[in-house]
Nanobody, 115 residues
Framework: QVQLVESGGGLVQAGGSLRLSCEAP????????MGWYRQAPGKQRELVAA???????NYADSVKGRFTISRDNAKNTVYLQMNSLEPEDTAVYYC?????????WGQGTQVTVSS
């Protein structure tokens, strides 16, 4: 069983910032890419950002220049720094990794951006 533990969501005004954190088991974290997804009401889950074990990153076009994904291998934790938040960023955010051909998800953390 792979448990991903998320924290850091909340309510923020448009233009504000939040940082999400996700801790994973060390034996998996060190070898795996990690990703952040989000799902807004009535919409499909979408990739927001991902980072490889070597630190290469990619972002959804909608968050480029505003969000930054990073990882701390000493803490087995991946972060998503979200700046210049917009109401359209409102969603449940999920941490993800893939291990032995299976996807694992965090419990989800709500991010709400008010206009």
């Amino acid at each position: 069983q792979v448990q991903l533990v998320e924290s850091g969501g909340g309510l923020v005004q448009a233009g504000g910032s939040l940082r999400l954190s996700c801790e994973a088991p060390g034996r998996i974290f060190r070898l795996n890419a990690m990703g952040w997804y989000r799902q807004a009401p009535g919409k499909q889950r979408e990739l927001v950002a991902a980072i490889t074990s070597g630190g290469s990153t990619n972002y959804a076009d909608s968050v480029k220049g505003r969000f930054t994904i990073s990882r701390d291998n000493a803490k087995n934790t991946v972060y998503l720094q979200m700046n210049s938040l917009e109401p359209e960023d409102t969603a449940v955010y999920y941490c993800n990794t893939r291990w032995l051909a299976r996807d694992y998800w965090g419990q989800g953390t709500q991010v709400t951006v008010s206009s």
